[in-house]
């Protein structure tokens, strides 16, 4: 297919690399530098989509971010996208792209019927229609509605392509590389400050790129190539295209998305996909530009109606003809300079001004081109289906009011130009109070909130001349502020040619018995008639309108619709357009891909995964891992094609009967030290501590001020003010802020200091009848019988030449040990257990197996100390000091926690013997009781008893302590089990304790 | 994301603190009687102020010091940041 309505010698495209695309399964040719947009209008292709609602064919609008109707599904090889905007998507040879929220076809959408059905599809229809009956949602409604919607298909495969995330610091961040950018930049540089200038296009240049103007005797345009040129070989620069500044947050953070590859047929290796920027700028110079707005009028949807600014740019920058009998309506000069490009490539416009008698430098250009121009004229509708065919034309009269000498033209295309609104986004979400300038119909930022200045047209200055020196001084003055130096620039004189005021005309009124459908928001289908609706039925501020009519919302967020649709409001309601405000202005500006914002933290790389020194050890011998918060824990070890119950009841029943070894590195550690630490201890913990010797251990458990468990574990006094204190591993983060924040804030005057030392000490539990045998040899030199280490003891030893701390406390209730040595030495410790303890028939457990051990034995962990159990719940008010305060004391005499039938721990057995209970089951006393049957208890952690080889639970049941012997159900509606249960002691095996002392 | 002037380690990005609550509860001294509203107000009731907040911040990622930051609760600016030990005037 030839590209038809491509131009010579005009544009900035590269005519030696012709490029094949896919539209809708049809191949095109375009050239490098093309967007998808340009390259489709090069081949006449006008008709990309349908509109979201009424299913109307949809052409492109602008050319830029602010495209509301070419958003395309692009495939890319091999992924997927959707929501792509065509206007933005840069050609690459073998791009794919198909059109959405039509089917079966573009050209045919059944959809469309909404088309004919329109009166039944107003504002707030969906609100009204689907409400009733209630059933009907879920089942019809809402699938139609999602089948018949939507803006593309997200991909269902896992993404493959890599995003990353970035931290810079500059001194001047510049949001736009037109004048006021390239100006503001260039002048901060020279100062010597630290600048990134971010420009959304692939081209720097802004309005440079297509205005007819000239800055010290070159083009704009060549003007922009010299300093972005300059710019980017000075260190202090950084200079970025494709890169879209989209959100503006607090104290001067902005974040900006980088497209790096999207504009390559792939990702180039090492390279991501888009690269998010996170900036804190000191000063911030917004030069985001304007962007033109429509006028109202008849079927203003149609394929070919188009922005006058965005027929433009595809003349000037990418050698494309919108269309060879171009019609341009305007209310403003801006329309007459599209027309005349248009007339210097041989093509003859007819020009429509809403204005009587309009006299300018630019208008006298137009007319000695011999351009046709008709004032007090207006497009009342266009007519044509898929494409603009012609269009009712007429005048008005000089009220606005009253439409005369109807008549239908021929054309192609109906180039809009309603004047410019400044693009204030970023300065409203820096929380700039923006007001309405009333020159130029539009809000522009007020007082600065934080450190940002707004320049040039986004300040609703369009004069280039102004905007010119405005923007060379702020950059100037504020780098100077930093850097101290300022050098001087000779501001380059500007040519460029005068305007007129535009015409404060927005809307064309409907001539007498027509009906045409009036377009505000594109995307969203919202006309004329949808405002009118909610203001009828009584919606008054304009977030309401936005929400009930649509307007304004969805992916280009009302970038063309925002302000007719204020100009419509205030008119209805007979309000200046100040008094009804603007909508808030929300980050992102633009659509960001998920995967940008996600960065690198995908999968496992969502935390950092923590690793024993033993890890590799575990993983040799068939070790099953299990994340036990950030760290990889052995859940067993697997032999042959032993499944997870098999194993973990070998390891428990070994250690039981011979002697095991479990990885304990991941414990939390904290060293306390200090003079005062025993004090800062028996403050912390609900037990006496001002007592325990040097070399003893100690069990504590401590409490949050209002009175739950937070944590517990074992603290052993290595020397006279030397602690070592461990935790669960979930909470070792916790429990180190929570010290320092006594010792910082509330007890000042306590002299200790805490460290963290979990990642110093590796860890290894030798537990069961053996162990003391095996530690016996592990260290000759030691004396570790039950008078030389008793319970609780702790002592140091040589274990072949490394120096070990050797405790006995046990968690799984047989005769134990723990042994501790520095990380490095972890790996040689373990190897010299597994080596030595083989005469005893050791094994390594897993935390599977630990758990079995802990269970059976009553000993509580993270299941039973949730953040809503006391003491008591846990059986452990033995361990709390009537005599001495503690943190959290006060509020155990809170009435619920001394209620008489207060929660307690308890055992749980099945009835049969057979049946294990499934964990968060609720406990019952007739499991035939109508919903909502009352609970009583909750099963908190269940294994299988290898003492007595049948099932057995934990539960933390109402009145507890006299449940004992009590028959109860276990229910767990998620497995679909009614258990019957007897209610046992929490201690099933060896309740006193006289293993961990033998 | 906020920028917090930490005092022992200057301006750091919010994402290396953590927020610790209302600066100006004071615990009650141990070992006293304390009546049940007092105990209540020290540990439940908080006022939630629209507007300048004293409140606390620890730099985990950082010197792991507490510190109190003075910051409008509307608006997310920081006005002053104190060391723990610091009088706030």
Redesign the interface.
Known sequence: MTQAFRIDNEGLINREKKLSFKFNGKTYFGYEGDTLASALLANGVHLVGRSFKYHRPRGFFGAGVDEPYAIVQLYRNGETEPNIKATEQELFEGLEAKSVNCWPSVNFDIGAINNFLKIFLPAGFYYKTFMWPKSFWYRIYEPFIRKAAGLGVASTKHDNERYEHK?EYCDLLIAGSGPSGLASAYAAAKNGAKVILAEDKARFGGSLLTSDVNIGNQSGKDWAEGIIAELKTMPNVVVKNRSQIFGY?????LVMSEKVSDHLPATKKYHPNKRLW?I?AKEVLISSGSIERPIVFGNNDTPGVMLSSAAKEYLKVYGVLVGKKPLVFTNNDSGYETAIEFKKHGIDPIVLDTRKNPVSEIIDEAKNLGINIRNSYVVVAAKGYKKVKSADIANISEDKKVLSKIENIQCDCICVSGFWTPTIHLASQS?NKTKFKEEIDAFVPGQSKQNEITLGAANGVFSLDETLKTSFKAGSELSKKITENDNEIAIPNVVEKKSSKHDKFWCVPLPKGKNYKRFLDFQNDVAVSDVEIALREGYRSIEHVKRYTTLGMATDQGKTSNLNGLQLVSEIENKVVPAVGHTTFRPPYTPVSIGAIVGREVGKHSKPTRKSPMHEWHKKNNAVFVDAGVWLRPRYYKKGNENLFEASKREAKNVRTNVGVCDVTTLGKIDVKGPDAAELLN?VYTNAWLKLPVGKARYGVMLR??GIVMDDGTTTRISENHYHMTTTTAQA?NVL?HL??YL???W?ELNVNVVSTTEQWAGAAIAGPKSRDLLQKLFPNSDVSNEGLPFMGYMEGDLFGVKARIFRISFSGELAYEVNVESDYGNFMWEKIIEVGEEFNIQPYGTEALSTLRIEMGHVAGSELDGRTIPYDNALEGLVSKK??FIGK??LQRSAFIAEDRQRIVGVVPLDKQTSIPEGSHLVKDDKAPLPNPKLGHISASCWSVEYDNPFSLAILKDGKNMIGQKLFAMSPLKNKVIPVEIVSSHYVDPKGERVRS | ???INCPHCGMR?QNEF?Y?GDATVK??V??KE?SDQE?DD???NRKSLRGKHLE?W?H?SGC???IKVERDTA??E?FRTFK??EEVA
């Open positions: 931290y947050y607090d104290h001067n953070m996170y804190r929380g403050r001020e209002d983060a802020s320092e924040y910082q804030l509330v000042p001495k305060d006060r509020s | 994301m906020l920028y990005s953590s610790g615990r009650p141990l070992n304390v105990w020290f540990v439940y606390l620890q985990i792991r010091q507490w608006t997310h920081i723990a030990d």
